[in-house]
DNA sequence: GTTATCTTTGACATTCGTGTCAATGATGGC
DNA sequence: GCCATCATTGACACGAATGTCAAAGATAAC
């Protein structure tokens, strides 16, 4: 039906999201984004402008999504309990068979960060937040008594997040969740460690 | 000069992986390595037969290059340097300027496991052999009494393994080196901890 | 009912990348 | 000297993706 809206943004940039993250940014044509989303590409063009712009929409979707999971880990009280549940959101995701294996945003910058700038600023405007989101975690324990008071909160944070990263390269990789499960268990630890 | 070859293969080789390296696979074209190696398309064409190969052959090299310089670091006796060497092999190629940021064996898994298995075999493989040669050091290390008898290897094999990936996704996020020192530098305390 | 607004839809021009090929010319074996 | 072989070079055809546009039609405000 001409001139009347026949989709619903929630479903398409889902669809988008989606389809971004199974085949990475180049090579994914509107094409595909129409088929995936089943709306033409002409409607794609005229409501989001292009390919870039759908793409920052997935991110920031994507980041809504699973970023906020990971700091709502974040908060539970204890370090351990925290960093194991930050470690957990990862795999959760992960664990989803709806999803494709790894992670939007480490694709997204491996792919992208060569080339596009303003790109690679949101990305890593969002891994600063978590890292960030990290430390209060990590400060909190400290000024608690559950962490030692001479951690290095900055390491361990840059730690952390790193971890979740290397998580889902290796369950790209290796198109399997063990690898990962394995790494966390060892990462975790580290807190065991330091409290 | 029409009739006889006019390039050094190791050469093109070398402005190839680096092409690859700093702009990905979908974003580079035939013109761009042409240009990089100073051979014309249709030579490079007749030489290696299209970007597929010329990718796999770029990985050849890196995996010869640098999993051959993070093998010679784990062959070092206790644990704690095996590792220790192995993490520094990492952040010393981040540290060469001459070198784009990241790692072209995970920005090359991210963007094509969807599409290319052949590829992801290869990558996936690259991965297994370096878990492997990680795990040879932490049992040598076990056996030798260097590290706890109860030791996961598994585990620890995959974390450091991980963690050398997740130290490519921050170098290449933050285009910076010192989250993936911090990163390292934490990483490290856990094979103490298996002390 | 008229008008303004908005979306859909298919078509279009254009650009870009790929892969192939034939012509050209240098080299080396015989 | 002749011939087979091989790499270079530019041209070519083809397909794919992009971005734009005008026509068409539905809706809502007035």
Sequence with gaps: MVGVKQFDEDIVIEAVLRTFWDKGYCETTMADLAAASGVQRGSLYNAYGGKDRLLLMSLERYGERYGAAAERALEKSSPREAMKAFLESHLDRMLN??????????????????????????????????????????????????????????????????????????HRAYGDIEPARDMAKAALKLIDMES
């Design 97 to 170: 068979p709806k999803n494709p294996a790894g992670c939007l945003m480490c694709q997204t910058v491996m792919e992208c960060s060569g080339r596009d700038d303003a790109l690679t600023d949101f990305i890593s405007r969002h891994f600063q937040r978590v890292e960030m989101a990290i430390r209060e975690t990590l400060c909190r324990g400290r000024d608690g008594g559950l962490l030692r008071g001479d951690v290095d909160v900055r390491s361990l944070a840059r730690f952390f997040l790193g971890v979740s990263r290397g998580m889902a390269v290796l």
